[in-house]
């Protein structure tokens, strides 16, 4: 099993910035893609961005070029930079995992993109 605890969430201007972090504990060796979704109410969880451990990177279009990724794979942990943020950007924000196929995920972090 995978354990997967978001932190980083909170209220910020739109414009500003805010970064995520997720750590991974438990069974980690065989994660293969760790990432973040966002949902907001009554609308299905959607791609913001994934990253391989070897490195690659897949971002939503909506993210591309104010969003970031990384991983720290020696301490199990993704982090999310975020930049010019939007009010459209307001959402819980999950972290997934995925490994042999299967996915885990996080238990959600709000993020609050407001004036």
């Known amino acids: 099993q995978v354990q997967l605890v978001e932190s980083g969430g909170g209220l910020v201007q739109p414009g500003g910035s805010l970064r995520l972090s997720c750590a991974a504990s438990?069974?980690?060796?065989?994660?293969?893609?760790m990432g973040w979704y966002r949902q907001t109410p009554g609308k299905k969880r959607d791609l913001v961005a994934h990253?391989?451990?070897?490195?690659?990177?897949n971002y939503g279009d909506s993210v591309k070029g104010r969003f970031t990724i990384s991983i720290d794979n020696a301490n199990n942990t993704v982090y999310l930079q975020m930049s010019s943020l939007k009010t459209e950007d307001t959402a819980i924000y999950y972290c997934?995992?995925?490994?042999?196929?299967?996915?885990?995920w996080g238990q959600g972090t709000q993020v609050t993109v407001s004036s």
């Open positions: 990253i391989a451990r070897s490195g690659p990177t």
């Open positions: 997934n995992a995925i490994k042999w196929g299967a996915n885990y």
């Open positions: 438990g069974s980690t060796s065989d994660i293969t893609v």
